[in-house]
């Protein structure tokens, strides 16, 4: 670390006010009871579990973060290892339950070398193993004696699993599977944890018995040298290199020449083949293999508006602590005005605040949504399940909860995670210049939170299979054979009442809000099935309007979800009810800005007349923000993020930003140790022995 600087550098302050009167000040304008607020969004045991994990690492030298923003991505992928060794001691230590590890693992603030190992390895161990593997493979991997990842994208496939090129080809003479790469773009490629870390892997590879194809299966393949951690003979792997942002992580690609695995080594609860007579045998219930996939989908969705909050928490309060230039209205000598109050910057920042709520309670629906379909789906399988395929496309639109389940969670995760990642570019905008230094803080959660967008289903790639199921849905209420689902019924709604038309009044009803929303999906929806049905367009021709339509759908849902949250007796019973008001302004302000942005939509489909949506931008919007305005950083509060948390200046509880700025470019840059040689005639491009000059 650098010296300290000059004693007469030590005695400059900011110029006033400082940032932690502006801060004070906006808390005390707020009736916001912000701690109440918070346990509604976390709940008060999971608030005291972060205040104690975050002490832990706090104490801790191996998780200090001085540096994080000045290493180069060798130096912190070994360190983000030896910070993913260290959280796994203290899960063991501390006996941490699964849930508690990942909390603990997601306020680290990066992805560890460890994070596929500790989710979608041991998850997808855990839920399609039998309980043979889970003796021989997944109790050793909770001990973390085999260290793994999950390796299904190539580098010439990624949402595409059915084009996989990897082969898998089942060998009667010897019992075994062989595992064979055929061509380059056969190469695993972006596998987290795979690059320098794990020794084994699950491999999606396409099954082949007697030359016949099967489809993508997963393997688990040893990888590496147990001892000596190199790579075993016929197998290729290694990191894929730097990348625009998540560089904690060692993505890899993987290659295999001809390798050959045990048997048992297939993962079998779902689908297996049987030794004794080479014959592929077919699950009893193939939909449940798609549960994992289900999961990690709402996953992001709830994740999603965390991370989108960390971004405005930052934005917010720095915002209120910048000051620039001068109201044109106001006094002479009224001093600069605080950026948050300028009508630009808010209509900018608040929505996304709204979103942050709107997206928490979406996530929070689509996991009770995710358990429930778990339990109903581990009931018997029907005669009618077990005679269709096991992709979610194949079953019977109308009626299945999984179904209607697989397209909600692709077209929330495409909303969501477009939502976030591009929201986080607004708030760093809004930052200004200083928002584009790493020690904003937001820069690194926008690049290590962009991969979201494209993993799991490429956002616009997942649309379709929105349209797919809703184009179905629409078939079945057409047919008058529609599901006991919210899909079909406002799909049926739209029917009944197309011929008299929509009379909503979302200006003054939050109810007409939703309906609404409903109302163009519907609509849409109709349009889509007329387009493809009766006018015979191809599918690739439509993938606009599928995506619209997508978009529609799934805005739908995040609106119904946010109602319903802040309309709940559990909600009103554990906040008061100015609290109460202020979260149904958050939903308004949510729900009408998305309308006013998607107002073509709106009018086309006689959901809303061109005076509302005027009214909805010149007054209903900009009445919001003036009302959600002095409880922006109460608001924010409420989220609960600790400093160490956001490692961010702008984003400081205490307002101290310009102190915690200029102290971490002079103090904790290793930039100001070195001395360059500045002329051109010298060879050398730093002075002799690189000391430090005398400031």
């Not at 300290?4 to 304008?29: D, F, H, I, N």
């Not at 044109?328 to 979103?355: C, F, H, I, S, W």
Request: proline share 5%; hydrophobic share 40%; with cysteine.
């Amino acid at each position: 670390m650098a010296p300290p600087p000059p004693s007469w550098v030590q005695a400059l302050k900011p110029a006033g006010p400082q940032g932690s009167e502006l801060l004070q000040k906006e808390r005390a304008q707020s009736n916001v009871p912000v701690d109440k607020l918070a346990e509604l969004i976390h709940s008060k045991p999971v608030l005291e579990r972060q205040q104690k994990i975050v002490s832990l690492f706090k104490s801790d030298p191996v998780f200090d973060k001085k540096q994080n923003y000045s290493m180069g991505r060798v130096e912190r992928i070994q360190r983000a290892l030896a910070k993913g060794k260290r959280l796994q001691q203290l899960a063991v230590q501390n006996k941490w339950s699964a849930e508690e590890y990942y909390a603990a693992s997601d306020l680290i603030g990066e992805p560890t070398p460890y994070a596929l190992h500790a989710t979608m390895f041991l998850v997808t161990l855990r839920e399609q193993g039998t309980p043979e593997q889970h003796k021989l493979f997944l109790q050793r991997a909770e001990k973390y004696e085999i260290v793994g990842c999950y390796a299904q994208t190539e580098l010439g496939h990624g949402s595409n699993v059915r084009g996989l090129e990897t082969t898998a080809t089942w060998s009667p003479e010897d019992k075994t599977f062989i595992i064979n790469s055929p061509s380059l773009t056969a190469s695993k490629w972006w596998i987290g944890s795979l690059g320098r870390t794990a020794n084994h892997a699950v491999v999606m590879a396409q099954l082949i018995i007697d030359g016949k194809p099967y489809g993508p299966h997963p393997f688990v393949v040893q990888i590496r040298d147990m001892e000596t951690h190199q790579p075993l003979e016929n197998v290729y792997v290694g990191d894929i290199g730097p990348k625009f942002g998540y560089n904690t992580m060692d993505n890899g690609f993987l290659l295999f020449n001809n390798y050959k695995i045990p048997h048992v080594n297939m993962l079998a609860r779902f689908a297996k083949v049987d030794p004794a007579t080479n014959k592929y045998l077919r699950p009893a219930n193939p939909t449940l293999i798609y549960g994992t996939m289900t999961w990690v989908r709402s996953s992001i969705v709830l994740q999603a508006g965390s991370v989108l909050a960390k971004g405005v928490t930052i934005a917010t309060r720095y915002c209120a602590v910048r000051r620039q230039f001068s109201d044109q209205d106001a006094p002479k000598n009224a001093g600069e005005t605080q950026v948050l109050n300028y009508k630009m910057v808010q209509v900018r920042l608040l929505p996304l605040l709204a979103a942050t709520y709107a997206l928490h309670f979406t996530g929070r629906g689509m996991m009770a949504l995710y358990e429930k379909n778990q339990a109903r789906m581990k009931a018997p399988a029907s005669a009618d399940q077990e005679k269709r395929g096991p992709g979610p496309e194949a079953l019977r639109a109308g009626a299945d909860l999984l179904a209607d389940l697989h397209a909600t969670s692709c077209g929330l995760k495409a909303l969501a995670s477009t939502t976030a990642g591009e929201g986080l570019e607004v708030c760093r905008r809004a930052c200004g210049g200083h928002g584009y230094s790493s020690y904003s803080g937001i820069g690194s959660w926008y690049a290590d939170y962009l991969p979201t967008l494209t993993w799991e289903g490429d956002n616009y790639m997942l649309t379709q299979q929105v349209a797919r199921y809703l184009l179905k849905s629409a078939r079945a209420v057409l047919a008058g054979k529609a599901g006991d689902n919210d899909t079909s019924r406002i799909l049926q709604s739209f029917l009944d009442r197309r011929e008299k038309g929509a009379s909503f009044d979302v200006l003054e009803v939050d109810e007409d809000i939703v309906a609404a929303f409903a109302w163009r999906t519907a609509y849409l929806t109709f349009e889509a099935l007329k387009q493809r049905d009766v006018e015979k367009r191809s599918w690739n021709s439509l993938l606009v309007d599928f995506y619209r339509l997508s978009t529609a759908h799934s805005q739908y849902l995040v609106v119904k979800n946010f109602y319903d949250a802040v309309s709940s007796p559990d909600t009103a019973a554990k906040v008061d009810p100015q609290t109460i008001t202020l979260l149904h302004k958050l939903f308004r302000l949510y729900a009408l800005h998305t309308l006013e942005q998607q107002a073509a939509d709106f009018f086309t489909s006689g959901a809303v007349t061109t005076r509302q949506i005027t009214l909805t931008r010149n007054k209903a919007v900009m009445k919001l923000l003036d009302e959600i305005r002095p409880h922006a950083v109460s608001l924010v509060d409420a989220w609960k993020f600790p400093d160490w948390v956001l490692d961010s200046s702008l984003g400081r509880e205490d307002g101290d930003v310009y102190r915690d700025l200029f102290h971490r470019a002079s103090q904790e840059n290793p930039v100001n140790d070195l001395i360059f040689d500045p002329y051109p005639w010298n060879q050398n491009v730093l002075k002799n022995g690189a000391a430090r000059s005398k400031l």
